[in-house]
T-cell receptor, first 115, second 110 residues
Framework: GAGVSQTPSNKVTEKGKYVELRCDPI?????LYWYRQSLGQGPEFLIY????????DSGLPNDRFFAVRPEGSVSTLKIQRTERGDSAVYLC?????????????FGQGTRLTVV | GQNIDQPTEMTATEGAIVQINCTYQ??????LFWYQQHAGEAPTFLSY????GLEEKGRFSSFLSRSKGYSYLLLKELQMKDSASYLC???????????FGKGTKLSVKP
């Protein structure tokens, strides 16, 4: 696609429910990042994929959070037993292969509200 | 561990020059990025440094000193539309992960 696409753009869910957030990266981009951003803060790293595998998942806050990228393209971030503290904007970014000069392009984010 | 520090807020006057500093301590280094983020929008790429020195791109310049773990973003001829958050991010480690600082909120006043 032309850019990184995230769906849904907004999600309101009740505490304790399960949610899935989807990210469709730029075609051909092998690197995919998930971040969480609260108001007035910088993006907080969650997980980084290189291809189908999670190269670094050290930012996932606990075992309620899980992400997959089964075919090396679309990724889904899954949150179980949501809590009010999970409310934030979840950002996805992708970049082309290469460790160095490869800027990451961001999607518009999914605003998750847990009530 | 990984740590990226930048000032929380800055204020400057339209037409002036402002310098936003960033210091970092990361495991591995594969380049430093600056992003701009307007309220309610996604971050957009501004600049990239991997070697020491100054990179200039129009009104924006970015400087890097790897030995000092230090970078700055210089904005010249400030315009009202430059009011935004400026995010410093470091690509570290062998896998090329990208870690962000908390951002500097810049307010440009007439």
């Amino acid at each position: 696609g032309a850019g990184v696409s995230q769906t849904p753009s907004n999600k309101v869910t009740e505490k304790g429910k399960y949610v899935e957030l989807r990210c469709d990266p730029i075609s051909g981009h092998t690197a995919l990042y998930w971040y969480r951003q609260s108001l007035g803060q910088g993006p907080e790293f969650l997980i980084y994929f290189q291809g189908t595998g999670a190269a670094d998942d050290s930012g996932l806050p606990n075992d309620r959070f899980f992400a997959v990228r089964p075919e090396g393209s679309v990724s889904t971030l899954k949150i179980q037993r949501t809590e009010r503290g999970d409310s934030a904007v979840y950002l996805c970014a992708s970049s082309s292969w290469g460790v160095r000069n490869t800027e990451a392009f961001f999607g518009q984010g999914t605003r998750l509200t847990v009530v | 561990g990984q740590n990226i520090d930048q000032p929380t807020e800055m204020t400057a006057t339209e037409g002036a020059i402002v310098q936003i500093n960033c210091t970092y301590q990361t495991s591995g280094f594969n380049g430093l990025f600056w992003y701009q983020q307007h309220a309610g929008e996604a971050p957009t790429f501004l600049s990239y440094n991997v070697l020491d020195g100054l990179e200039e791109k129009g009104r924006f310049s970015s400087f890097l000193s790897r030995s000092k773990g230090y970078s700055y973003l210089l904005l010249k001829e400030l315009q009202m539309k430059d009011s935004a958050s400026y995010l410093c991010a470091v690509k570290g480690g062998s896998q090329g992960n990208l870690i962000f600082g908390k951002g500097t909120k810049l307010s440009v006043k007439p």
